[in-house]
């Protein structure tokens, strides 16, 4: 069975930088697309970023790229995002799935509980 924990949400001022980790069980992520997607209050489903095809290919959504990066450890089986210049508009619940990408974007399933990122203005 697939268990996806997310860590490392919080509560940062705009400009501040947050590091989000998502371990896995019972799923090896160098195999598989893997990647964040956000909900905040109120709003729809963004995906946020995404890598695939061993780690050599990465999708970012236009309101992040430039200011989050997502990699991963293999040997860890964890997956990471770096979150650097934080904006309000980043606040959300962030959640890490595995995806398939289809037309270009990643599609998620399976997503574990999601970690809060709150970023003050």
């Known amino acids: 069975q697939v268990q996806l924990v997310e860590s490392g949400g919080g509560s940062v001022q705009a400009g501040g930088s947050l590091r989000l980790s998502c371990a896995a069980s019972g799923y090896t992520y160098s195999s598989y697309c893997m990647g964040w997607f956000r909900q905040a209050a109120g709003k729809q489903r963004e995906g946020v970023a995404a890598?695939?095809?061993?780690?050599?290919?990465?999708y970012y959504a236009d309101s992040v790229k430039g200011r989050f990066t997502i990699s991963q450890d293999n040997a860890k089986n964890t997956l990471y995002l770096q979150m650097n210049s934080l904006k309000p508009e980043d606040t959300a619940m962030y959640y890490c799935a595995p995806c398939a990408v289809v037309g270009g974007s990643p599609h998620f399933f399976n997503w574990g509980q999601g970690t809060q990122v709150t970023v003050s203005s």
């Open positions: 890598i695939y095809a061993g780690g050599s290919s990465t």
